[in-house]
């Protein structure tokens, strides 16, 4: 029972809790990244996905910004479909990407899959693929439930 008297739904609980866990991650990761942005850089080139210097540099200086702001409309509760969305747009290529790297190592290096540890540019540091590859899985399952189910309870504004 909440303070009027009306009983809340498991789906508004789990609703709620996937905002502020897929908020918060993705507040905190964005601050980590905004406050390095040259180490961050640094892990970008390492991809070597995107060769333009200026292109590369302003995806370094912008995206860690973008997710704190993605993150922040999650746990105020605004454009939560949309905020869903956009961070499914990112999650889903990011791992990929991420995944690709993985596999180049342990081409180059012969070693097993879940032994690979590196810094993916997530803002969490040195990672196990496997862990991430899960933690990343679970964060777009978060944000497919967000987008897939309306839930407007506790949104300052779910529509916008």
């Keep these: 029972m909440n ?28 601050l980590v990244k905004a406050a390095h942005p040259v180490d961050f850089l640094k892990l970008l080139r390492q991809y070597e996905i995107i060769e333009s210097h200026l292109v590369l540099n302003s995806i370094a200086i912008a995206l860690p910004w973008f997710e704190v702001f993605c993150g922040l409309l999650l746990l105020a509760g605004i454009a939560v479909r949309g905020s869903a969305l956009i ?6 290529p990011f791992s990929l990407i991420v995944l690709h790297r993985a596999l ?21 540091g040195e990672v196990n ?11 777009i399952l978060l944000a497919a439930l967000l987008f897939a189910f309306r839930c407007d309870r506790w949104c300052l504004r779910p529509r916008l």
């Design 3 to 30: 303070l009027r008297g009306h009983s809340i739904s498991r789906a508004e609980r789990l609703a709620l809790l996937a905002r502020w866990i897929l908020g918060g991650i993705f507040v905190y990761m964005g």
């Design 104 to 124: 180049a190592i342990r081409e180059a290096s012969a070693i097993a899959f879940c032994a690979i540890r590196f810094d993916c540019g997530c803002g969490a």
């Design 87 to 92: 961070l499914l747009l990112m999650l889903i």
């Design 129 to 139: 693929i496997c862990h991430k590859l899960l933690e990343n899985s679970l964060l």
